[in-house]
């Protein structure tokens, strides 16, 4: 994963998108249930003014259960209908139909009066980089869906993937730009694996895992090292050696110590957790 976001970048994606939102009733957004606002791109909102808006805390087997019950509180009071999925297991999938037709009850009233009946919603799905996008609309979409431009004879174009009588989906994805402008998205992003890790060395960005997990969840590192310490880089050091990662002349390798403990967080190892909160902590 290498994201390169540069202004002229961003300009063209985000000039792409407000075309494709013209096609479009609803905008499904998908955010990483473990960073609801770094994994987010809130340009969006100016670019979807208008449209129906759904929010998927896509990857909530990974967060915190409780967090998930919250973040799906603040998002509906921004006036989003918003469902936690986990589009690998594809778990929560099945209640998006239903969701669709609440989100866009306006819509589809707004047809009936004029006299046009069983129009589909057309939806797009957008979200930053590693958010799950293709893994949700392989899963959403299964196998039983039909690219509905993609017949002989058809003009070439967007391509819509009609999913059932009542909805079809952009076939591409829109792809939203991260924010860099806080230091601190990107270490949430290069957290979760969503960057590039070279934009900090890797044993930094344990401490700042660390940092968190002495904050937020304490008993963590007690129960799966057996850690006391609440001094970070006494943590990092017994890491290593509750892992043994020992360099050739026996000294604590803190560099592959950093590397296991930010793969166990990012595999859900640790336990779920959400390093964002709704209202500031
Ligand atoms: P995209 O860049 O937004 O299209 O993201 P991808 O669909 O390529 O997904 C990025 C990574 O996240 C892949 O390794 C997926 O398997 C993983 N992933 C996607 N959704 C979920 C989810 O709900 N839970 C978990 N645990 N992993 C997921």
Known sequence: MNIQWYPGHMTKAKRAMKEDIKLIDLIIELVDA??????????????????????????????????????????????????????????????????VQIACKEKIERDRRRGILNRPVRAMVVGIPNVGKST?????????????????????????????KSLELLDTPGILWPRFEDQQVGIKLALIGSINDEILNKDELAMELIRFLVKHYPNVLKERYGIETE???????????????????????????????IDDFRNGKLGRMTMEFPSKE
């Open 34 to 99: 473990r960073v609801p606002l770094s994994s987010r791109n809130p340009d969006i909102d100016d670019l979807g003014a208008g449209k129906a808006r759904m929010v998927l805390l896509n990857k909530s087997d990974l967060a915190d259960e409780r967090l998930n019950g919250a973040w799906t509180e603040y998002f509906e009071a921004l006036g989003c209908h918003v469902v936690k999925v986990n589009s690998k297991s594809g778990s929560g999938l099945k209640q998006i139909n239903h969701v």
């Open 136 to 164: 949700f609309i392989n899963s959403f979409a299964g196998k039983a869906c039909a690219k509905t431009g993609n017949k002989p004879g058809v003009t070439k174009g967007n391509q819509w993937i009609r999913l059932n």
């Open 231 to 261: 001094e970070p880089f006494h943590i990092l050091e017994e890491v290593a050696r509750a892992r043994s990662c020992l360099a050739k002349g026996g000294e604590l390798d803190l560099i592959k110590a950093s590397n296991l403990l």
